[in-house]
């Protein structure tokens, strides 16, 4: 019987969640630039450590979901322990590249981009967790200066040796490329 009612349900509204994807509005074009950007990334908090290792790939999965070029590197950078250990301190190099809107006299070569909606939140981003309100804090302040962004909502307030129960929330309008992005390592 429940089957038969999830069923019945499912199909009354099929049609109605296809004309909602059909009316939604295509992201409208801006004429950007690629602009280049190194910094070097310092994490330190006493509630939540990293490895040299386990910072890298979670800040490599956080510059892929704001939009960097294809061609960005995320380097461990004086690492006080052995890259799989947890540190007290962490510090990773950051060379990328970000969309901007592109300025009148600027020689640049136009790419297309477009505003999206980015979710630094936990629940949103399957790598974040809830004691990465700290990281999410400190990629706030630090890396995304970088980016031509606009914070919708923050609610990042850390509290040290405290892990909050709801985690980190950060959403933003990033400034993307109209295709493909990603990451690598070194």
């Known amino acids: ?32 630039e690629w602009r280049e950007h190194e910094i070097i990334f310092n994490y330190q908090d006493f509630t939540t450590q990293f490895s040299c290792l386990g910072l890298r790939e979670k800040m490599r999965k956080i510059l892929d979901a704001l ?7 995320v380097s461990m950078y004086g690492c006080s322990a052995p890259v799989f250990r947890v540190a007290p301190a962490v ?9 901007h809107p592109i300025a009148a006299e600027s020689q640049a070569e136009p790419v297309a981009g477009a505003w999206a909606a980015v979710d630094l939140s936990r629940g949103k981003q399957r790598f ?3 004691g990465d309100c700290a990281l999410v804090e400190r990629v706030r302040d630090q890396v995304l200066p970088a980016f031509a962004h ?13 892990i909050d129960g709801s985690g980190p ?18």
């Open 1 to 32: 019987m429940r089957a038969r009612v999830l069923l019945w349900l499912c199909l009354a509204l099929a049609p109605a969640a296809v004309a909602a994807a059909e009316q939604a509005p295509a992201p409208q074009p801006v004429a950007a």
């Open 67 to 73: 939009g960097v070029r294809d061609d960005a590197k």
């Open 91 to 99: 510090s990773l190099k950051l060379r990328f590249a970000t969309l």
């Open 128 to 130: 974040l967790d809830r």
């Open 150 to 162: 606009e914070i919708v909502e923050d609610r990042t307030r850390c509290i040290p040796h405290r």
């Open 169 to 186: 929330v950060l959403r933003l309008r990033v400034l993307q490329p109209l295709g493909e992005v990603g990451v690598t390592g070194e």
